[in-house]
């Protein structure tokens, strides 16, 4: 039970947006898909999806070929920045229409989330503001009940307060009824306590894909004089530096040995997003 893509490749005329890529969603995941701004995030979900169609290379469904298979597509869900309702809808009859397109759709549980949200199901699509076009989004996602639930920017335009409670209720939602779960999103601080794995993807090609646990173990910062910072990280792997002053900080990847770290030197561990603004800078 997994998604499998194989070897996919997708050009905009002459912008290459994917390149030869290959990964695979396990089933009762919960994943990070994070890049920079036209990474070939979006495409890459899109392609899964059939909403576009790679120029090579195929996604597996469950072992089988996603193309154009009604099958294979009935098991995935993919909240995305655009809504495809029609915006004269109702949210009421957003949640109908949606069962009568994944029967296992969760009408009573979508009615719950619209309470814990506050938002008005009587309301038309049209009347939402971009915080609530979000939140609807969220509650059809998380009701469908799909083997594999793929969420595109699902936090756009949500304060912080809504932002924990999709968080919670989606921990919970996965405890409870097992899935997989891709989150792409930019708020790669907010999500690093929820996503088990991380896949990060640099312009158009998979540069990481390991557990979150794995890759936050891979990398330090050392922080200092910029003359002993300079000389400790010579022959180390360094993604990046900054300096301010007579001071510099330097971000290594690989496993330090404390006991030959100079006077004078901090040590410390880097975060998932500090990980990925030095791995994924030009």
């Given at each position: 039970?997994?998604?499998?893509?194989?070897?996919i490749?997708?050009?905009?005329?002459?912008?290459?947006?994917l390149a030869q890529?290959?990964?695979?969603?396990?089933?009762?995941?919960?994943y990070?898909?994070?890049?920079?701004?036209?990474?070939?995030?979006?495409?890459?979900?899109?392609?899964?999806?059939n909403r576009?169609?790679?120029?090579?290379?195929?996604?597996?469904?469950?072992?089988m070929?996603?193309k154009?298979?009604?099958?294979?597509?009935?098991?995935?869900?993919?909240?995305?920045?655009?809504?495809?309702?029609?915006?004269?809808?109702?949210?009421?009859?957003?949640?109908?229409?949606?069962?009568e397109?994944?029967?296992?759709?969760?009408?009573?549980?979508a009615?719950?989330?619209a309470?814990?949200?506050e938002?008005n199901?009587?309301?038309?699509?049209?009347?939402?503001?971009?915080g609530?076009?979000?939140?609807?989004?969220?509650?059809?996602?998380l009701?469908v009940?799909?083997p594999?639930?793929?969420l595109?920017?699902?936090?756009?335009?949500?304060?912080a307060?809504?932002?924990?409670?999709?968080?919670?209720?989606?921990?919970?939602?996965?405890?409870?009824?097992?899935?997989?779960?891709?989150?792409?999103?930019?708020l790669?601080?907010?999500?690093?306590?929820?996503?088990?794995?991380?896949?990060i993807?640099?312009?158009?090609?998979i540069?990481r894909?390991?557990s979150?646990?794995?890759?936050?173990?891979?990398?330090?910062?050392v922080?200092?004089?910029a003359?002993v910072?300079?000389?400790?990280i010579?022959?180390k792997?360094?993604?990046?530096?900054?300096s301010?002053g007579?001071?510099?900080?330097?971000?290594?990847?690989?496993?330090?040995?404390?006991?030959?770290?100079p006077?004078?030197?901090e040590i410390?561990?880097?975060?998932?997003?500090?990980l990925?603004?030095?791995?994924?800078?030009?």
């Amino acid at each position: 039970m997994s998604i499998e893509v194989k070897n996919i490749s997708k050009n905009f005329g002459k912008t290459c947006a994917l390149a030869q890529v290959s990964l695979t969603f396990e089933e009762n995941k919960i994943y990070g898909l994070l890049g920079r701004n036209g990474a070939g995030k979006t495409t890459l979900l899109n392609i899964i999806t059939n909403r576009i169609f790679a120029d090579s290379g195929e996604v597996l469904v469950d072992g089988m070929p996603s193309k154009e298979n009604d099958e294979a597509l009935g098991k995935i869900y993919l909240m995305s920045e655009k809504t495809y309702y029609p915006n004269s809808l109702k949210i009421s009859d957003v949640f109908k229409w949606t069962k009568e397109f994944y029967p296992g759709f969760d009408m009573e549980y979508a009615d719950k989330l619209a309470e814990i949200f506050e938002l008005n199901t009587s309301k038309k699509i049209k009347s939402l503001s971009t915080g609530y076009n979000s939140i609807f989004k969220v509650i059809v996602a998380l009701s469908v009940n799909t083997p594999y639930v793929l969420l595109d920017e699902p936090v756009l335009g949500l304060d912080a307060n809504h932002r924990d409670v999709f968080y919670r209720l989606l921990l919970k939602k996965y405890g409870n009824n097992p899935s997989t779960f891709v989150i792409s999103t930019h708020l790669i601080e907010e999500v690093s306590n929820v996503i088990e794995d991380v896949i990060i993807i640099k312009k158009g090609q998979i540069i990481r894909n390991e557990s979150t646990a794995e890759l936050m173990s891979c990398g330090y910062t050392v922080s200092g004089k910029a003359s002993v910072v300079d000389e400790f990280i010579k022959g180390k792997d360094v993604i990046g530096a900054d300096s301010i002053g007579g001071l510099k900080s330097a971000y290594i990847i690989g496993q330090v040995d404390k006991k030959n770290v100079p006077e004078g030197l901090e040590i410390t561990k880097m975060d998932l997003q500090k990980l990925f603004v030095q791995l994924t800078n030009a």
